[in-house]
């Protein structure tokens, strides 16, 4: 259990646990949401016990338990007794941005189902004051944006590796088959010379050397290479601040067979070069039978 992380999320009805479980997820963190305290020690050795191992975990305890809830408390500490080390993330907010939420939400407080939204964040507070006391980290929502409030659980959950980790997909595609409707960034390259016009060429693809040399010999291909490659070199870099955890360059030709494909290798071995990995993908290859 020495290298087992877990983490129990809970606090305030509102406070923006939802928005906590989907970052922990992309930072490879197994979560479960609302699980009752009792069955967490169990939980955590079957995890353990996994094939592969499961060593990052996030679940979510919170008022919705019920009277399970009011055990948490002891669970933590039998989990000490065990030596199965964890973290305890408290959420909270205002009570005005509590009631103003559950406004705009329309959603009624699961402390107060059939009366005051103000009535249920009194009671939870006053229910909740024992297992935040005893809280590894308090985060207050109330000022904060999505995008701060994710930074603030990567800086409190993420390895080194995974802080700065962004995974960069450079898709080949053919319009002719569809646009790839996953892509952030989409670039047409259809202006540029066409080896299908070449007879030597038509059967080949993109990744052999033959079509490469001939695309990059035009000076239109060396100016496009070079005001996209600094594009993506200004783009990149900032996704990764912001946080953003995956990203679709997608690059297309007519067919996804010749320009677009040997666009995307050289994109991809750009991205190399500065130290991010890039997985390429040339989706619409297989409708062609080429030499590759």
Not at 153 to 162: Q, Y
Not at 176 to 189: Q, T
Request: hydrophobic residues 40%.
């Amino acid at each position: 259990m020495e290298s087992f992380h877990l983490v129990v999320i809970t606090g305030m009805s509102g406070a923006g646990k939802t928005q906590v479980v989907r970052v922990m997820e992309d930072l490879g963190y197994f979560c479960v949401d609302n699980l009752p305290p009792t069955l967490i020690p169990k939980f955590a050795e079957l995890c353990a016990q996994s094939v592969g191992g499961v060593n990052k975990i996030a679940l979510v305890v919170d008022i919705r338990g019920g009277e399970f809830f009011d055990t948490l408390a002891s669970v933590l500490e039998d989990l000490e007794c065990q030596g199965i080390m964890y973290e305890v993330l408290f959420l909270e907010a205002s009570d005005e941005t509590l009631i103003r939420r559950y406004k705009e939400t329309r959603r009624r407080h699961p402390m107060a189902p059939t009366g005051r939204v103000s009535e249920g964040i009194s009671r939870e507070r006053e229910r909740l004051e024992h297992i935040r006391g005893r809280s590894t980290h308090i985060i207050d929502t109330s000022d904060l944006a999505a995008a701060q409030l994710k930074d603030k659980i990567v800086t409190l959950f993420a390895g080194d590796r995974d802080r700065d980790r962004m995974t960069i997909t450079v898709v080949s595609f053919g319009f002719k088959y569809g646009i790839p409707l996953d892509a952030d960034m989409v670039f047409d390259v259809r202006f540029l010379p066409n080896p299908f016009y070449v007879e030597s060429l038509r059967h080949k693809s993109g990744r052999t050397a033959e079509v490469g040399d001939y695309i990059v010999k035009w000076p239109i291909t060396k100016q496009f290479l070079e005001k996209l490659g600094g594009l993506i070199d200004f783009l990149v870099p900032n996704y990764v601040k912001e946080g953003k955890s995956q990203l679709i360059i997608a690059i297309g030709c007519t067919g996804g067979l010749h320009r677009s494909v040997f666009v995307a290798e050289r994109i991809a071995e750009g991205l190399g070069s500065k130290g991010f990995k890039a997985d390429v993908e040339h989706r619409d290859i297989k409708h062609n039978l080429v030499e590759v």
